[in-house]
């Protein structure tokens, strides 16, 4: 059974630090995704990583994968107060395992203090 | 165009009543995913459907839950007795015929489904 599991669960942070969220995973997978999700509020995708080494930015985001670590980084540069949300990863194993369903992390809350 | 269109928003139902969680996909995508997320905890998949066809519900608990998406109209999920236990949010997502290259899930605004 594939099992994702992030770190920390909670992060408090000032503006203009920087930081990272882990994320770990048990099996070989062919995809890593990134979602921002805001109290009450749906899903919203960030990034797609699909071979080891990816790396993807948007603004003060970057996500990282190493699929021989079984590890995704989410860093977050000289944070600012409106990245406060939840992020959460997610795995699948893409078709070619016959597997699309997602399996999510639990969940990084993400507060950053002015 | 318009996203995945979940209705309706907020579901309020006491012990023993049926749901009914409706889920109309963005234009193009015939593949939808049914997944609940219990209070400060992450989406766990229940269902994932194509036209007419049932191909993952090993999220899915045995009794109560049923799920389906018609050739004409939207997926929809059904819970019937409903008890507290299944108060959540549930997310409807939906993708492409061909995800062989990394599309995304496109998530829907979710249905908060409680019950009394």
């Known amino acids: 059974e594939l099992k994702v599991e992030q770190n920390p669960l909670f992060l408090s942070m000032q503006e203009g630090k920087n930081y990272t969220i882990y994320c770990n995973y048990s099996t070989t997978s062919d995809r890593l995704y990134w979602y921002r999700q805001d109290p009450g509020k749906s899903l919203e995708s960030l990034f797609v990583l699909l071979s080891n080494g990816a790396v993807k930015q948007e603004g003060r985001l970057m996500a990282s994968l190493d699929t021989k670590a079984r590890l995704s980084t989410l860093h977050i540069t000289a944070a600012v107060h409106d990245l406060s949300a939840t992020y959460f990863c997610?795995?699948?194993?893409?078709?070619?395992?016959?597997?699309?369903?997602?399996?999510f992390g639990t969940g990084t809350r993400l507060t950053i203090i002015p | 165009n318009a996203g995945v269109m979940q209705n309706p928003r907020h579901l309020v139902r006491r012990r023993g009543q049926e749901a009914r969680l409706r889920c109309s996909p963005m234009k193009g995508h015939s593949h939808v995913y049914w997944y609940r997320q219990l209070p400060e905890e992450g989406l766990k998949f229940m269902v994932y459907l194509q036209k007419e066809n049932i191909i993952d519900e090993s999220g899915m608990p045995k009794e109560r839950f049923s799920a389906e998406f018609p050739k004409e109209g939207p997926s929809i999920l059904r819970i019937q007795q409903v008890v507290r236990g299944d108060s959540a949010a549930y997310f409807c997502?939906?993708?492409?015929?061909?995800?062989?290259?990394?599309?995304?899930?496109?998530f829907g605004s979710g249905t908060q489904l409680s019950v009394l």
């Open positions: 997502a939906s993708s492409p015929s061909n995800r062989g290259r990394g599309e995304k899930l496109f």
């Open positions: 997610a795995v699948d194993k893409g078709p070619n395992f016959g597997n699309e369903k997602l399996t």
